[in-house]
Structures are given as C-alpha cells and as structure tokens.
C-alpha cells in the first residue's frame, strides 16, 4: 500500500463529531461563551450603556454602545429580517464546519485556536438572534487614530485566526489544515 492510499485509510476513520481534544474545545467555547454575554448582557441591561454611556475607562479606551447589524468590521450590513437570519444561519453552518475540523486536529494549539473561533461566532450568533444585531463596545483610539468598536467575541475570533496562522507557519504549509 502505498503512502497516499495509508493517509486516504487514515483520514476516513477520523470521527466526524467527536475528537481528541473535544472535551478541551467544548470547555473553551463555553467559557468564551460565557465571557462574551456576561459582559454584554451586562452592559446592555446591567450597566444600561445605551442610558450611560459612553464611558471612558482608559485616554485611550471608551466603553460605548454599537449595534453591529453585519459582519466583521461592520461589513455586509443587514437590515432586513432575511439578512439577520441569513447571517445567523451562515454562523452555524461555520460553526459545525470548524467543529468537525476541530474533531480532526493533531494538535492542541489547533484545538484552541477553533475553539476561540468557534466561541467567538457562537456569542455574536447568540446576538443576532437576541438583538437583531452584534453588541459592540470596545473602542480603543490614540489621538486622531480611532480603531473599530469590537465585543470579547470578536477578540476570541482574532485570537483564534493568529493561533491558527502562527501554526501554519510554524510546522510548514497547510498543518493548520491537517
């Protein structure tokens, strides 16, 4: 048998829904879960940002309240009912892709880095059918320099994406995808 014909072997007997760090992912997207609606469950109807708000906590950090009806950097805003439940429908189709991934990783960086991607999608999805919209409310700016307002989701997003990339280059093209 040739190389390939064991690595076609191999890969066909990967569990397509439970893996060898599943238990470590599962953890990790419920406590990014977690993190993300208790500090915007907490904002919204605790603090009341949209009441009290802006704050500013740091010269260079606000606390401010932006209903983000699209995507990553606001883009492909949604406006429409068909938009938001498209978007919703999109997370959790990238959600149980990324899952699956996750159930095949040989590594436990890999496993991490999708589990924060995947935490990071659920909260904001979690928004989308709550609120019609993402609950932003980071705004870090210097001077005239003013950065995108962003929620914990979209850092655990981040977080995943450069976990995923520093893998890739660590071990060589395409580990991540292993």
Known sequence: MSELD??????????????RFSS???IVVLIC?????????????????AANGPVQALPFLDIVLVW????????????????????AGLTVVVS????IWSTR????????ALA????????NGIDRLTYGAVVDFVHFHVGTFSWYVFNMADVWIVAG????????FRNGPNSAAK
């Not at 149980?96 to 899952?99: P, S, V």
């Not at 990783?105 to 991490?112: E, F, H, I, R, S």
């Open 6 to 19: 064991n690595t076609s072997v191999n890969t066909s007997k990967r569990p397509l829904f439970w893996g």
């Open 24 to 26: 470590f992912v599962l």
């Open 33 to 49: 879960v977690l993190v993300d609606q208790g500090t915007k469950i907490w904002l919204v109807h605790g603090f009341d940002i």
């Open 68 to 87: 983000n009806r699209g995507i990553s950097y606001g883009l492909f805003q949604q406006n429409s009912d068909l938009g938001r439940w498209l978007l």
């Open 96 to 99: 149980i892709g990324l899952w």
């Open 105 to 112: 990783c040989d590594t436990k960086l890999v496993a991490l």
């Open 116 to 123: 924060l991607v995947i935490g990071g999608a659920v909260g």
């Open 161 to 168: 994406v450069v976990g995923l990339l520093y893998d890739s």
